[in-house]
Every structure is written in C-alpha cells, then in structure tokens.
C-alpha cells in the first residue's frame, strides 16, 4: 500500500480520533453514558426504521439507471450490496462505491465500471438533493442565519469578498471556455461530464420515479434526525435547527470515517447556535451517531454474510 492510499485512511481516523477527545471534554465520558441510560429509545428505533427506508429506496431506485444498460439485478442483492457500501465506507472512506460496484459485478454480472458508473449518476442526484436542503434551510433560517453573520463579520468585508468571487467565477468561467490544455481543459471536460450526467438522469425511461425515490430518501434522511431528537428529555429542536443539525452532520460524515467523533461534535455545534446547552447537543449527536452507526455495522454485516448465502446456485 503506497503512501496515498496510507494517508487517506490514516488522516480521516486521525481526525476523528481528535474529535472524539474534543467532545469528551464537553461531555465527560460518565455522563455521556448517562445520556445513553437515559434516552427514550423508542424514538430512536422510529429515526432507524426511517434511515432503513432510505435505505431499501436507494437500492430500488438503482434499477432505474441499470435498465437502460440491459440490466434487471435482484432486488435483494441491491439491497446488500447497497448495506455492503455503507459498512466498508466506516473503514474505507468512499470505499463502499468500488465495493457496491464489485458486488454487483460478482454476483448479477454487472461489469465494474458501468456499475460504478451508474453510482456516480446517483451521487449527481444527491449532490442536487442536498443543495436543495440546504436552499431549504436558508428559506427557514434567513433571518437567523442573516443576523449570525452580521454579528460576527464585517459587512464590509463580505460585501468585498463577493465582489471578488463574482469577478473570480467570471474570469475563471471565460478561462475554461477558450482552455484546450492542461488543467484548465480537464476541469472544462469534467463539469461538462458533470452537467451531462444531471441532464441525463432527467432523459431517462423512468424519470419520475427516479426522482420522486430520490426525494423519499432525503425526505427519510432527515426523519431520521427528526425522530431521534425527543430520545433526549428536554431536547425541543425547532425545524430550522433540525435542518442545519442534519447538514452539519452529513459533512462530518463526509469528512470522517463514518462520522467518528466528528458527527457529535458538528451536530452539537450546529445544535448550540438555537440555544441548546453543548453537553445536550453533543449527547444528541452522541445518540444519533451510535444508532445509525450500530445500524449499518449489524445489517452491513449481515449482509455481507448472507450474500454468498443467497447467491450459492449462481
């Protein structure tokens, strides 16, 4: 393994094991566990039958960009190749897309790089869903979040700042326009790439039922936050804040290996901007983190044990 690869394993662990201490020092390991004690679990199990929705859409909905290609995979080995992903990705950082890809490739005959080409177009889809959410999350918390950055920029200085982005992404627009080498002509193809994969998703068969399971998964994505927050007694979350919560902690995981010792701490953060008190706010995320990490590892493995099972005739 070359240092490459050792380092974007090593970094994320590294960072996550870093944030793991931080939010112990807000809250004390022993009273941690508290909060565990303490939690109404029955809104807990609710927030993960949600995520396990999302789940099972996510691995609906991929037969959609399959089809096209001639393709009609198991639904049940979507589902675990889908619940595979997420279990490699907590040890691997973007591993599960390769492993979900060779899944697929190992047990419908699905060549790899179409597989994964496929997953790519998904994660187009989301990255649209999740600028959605976040539109959404300013419409709800403008004036929040107009007044937080008041409080703590210069307005001067942001109004400085956007000119000089506008001025930058239109030099930059017109450099990769007129670019035919180097970085610049790379950059070009890849949003064009980009722009035709959204495009293309939009152009196929079955449009509309891609679409509304995308939105059903995002829609339980944040159910699941939701549900979760009456676990905690006393824990009152407006929506606004419910929204904000559920980003910060989508890009800890992003950031880290599934989340470790970053979701906490970023949801707790988020949670302390309405007012919640941090050892409240880092508990939640602490609950949040647990089930849904706890999810994926006990469904994840039991699906990578029941895959050769299932697939012993083929």
Do not use: C
Request: net charge positive; glycine share 10%.
């Amino acid at each position: 393994m070359d240092v490459k690869k050792i380092l974007k394993i090593a970094i994320p662990l590294g960072l996550g094991g870093f944030l793991v201490w931080y939010s112990f020092t807000i809250v004390p390991p022993k009273e941690l566990l508290e909060y565990f004690k303490g939690a109404n679990y029955s809104w807990v199990f609710l927030g993960l039958f949600f995520g396990l929705l999302s789940h099972l859409s996510r691995a609906y909905r991929w037969k959609y960009l399959l089809e096209p290609m001639g393709y009609k995979p198991d639904f049940l080995n979507s589902v675990m190749a889908v619940l595979v992903a997420y279990l490699v990705n907590i040890f691997i950082p973007r591993g599960g897309e390769v492993s979900r890809a060779a899944v697929m490739a190992n047990y419908e005959k699905i060549p790899f790089e179409k597989g994964f080409g496929t997953i790519v177009a998904e994660r187009i889809a989301d990255l649209v869903m999740m600028l959605i959410v976040i539109l959404i999350t300013l419409f709800f918390q403008f004036d929040f979040i107009y007044n937080l950055v008041v409080e703590n920029f210069d307005p001067v200085k942001i109004f400085l700042a956007i000119t000089a982005l506008t001025i930058g992404i239109f030099l930059f627009k017109r450099y990769l326009k007129n670019a035919t080498t180097g970085i610049g002509f790379k950059l070009k193809n890849f949003l064009l790439s980009l722009s035709e994969g959204v495009t293309s998703i939009f152009k196929m068969k079955n449009k509309w039922p891609f679409i509304l399971h995308t939105i059903f998964i995002w829609v339980m994505y944040v159910a699941m936050f939701w549900a979760t927050v009456p676990a905690i007694e006393g824990l009152t979350v407006p929506f606004g804040g419910v929204l904000v919560g559920f980003l910060a902690g989508g890009f800890a995981i992003a950031a880290t290996n599934g989340g470790l010792g970053a979701y906490p701490a970023a949801v707790g953060a988020a949670l302390t901007l309405f007012g919640i008190a941090s050892k409240t706010a880092v508990a939640f995320g602490s609950v949040m983190w647990a089930a849904q990490t706890a999810m994926i590892i006990i469904f994840g493995g039991l699906a990578f044990l029941l895959l050769p099972v299932y697939n012993k005739n083929k």
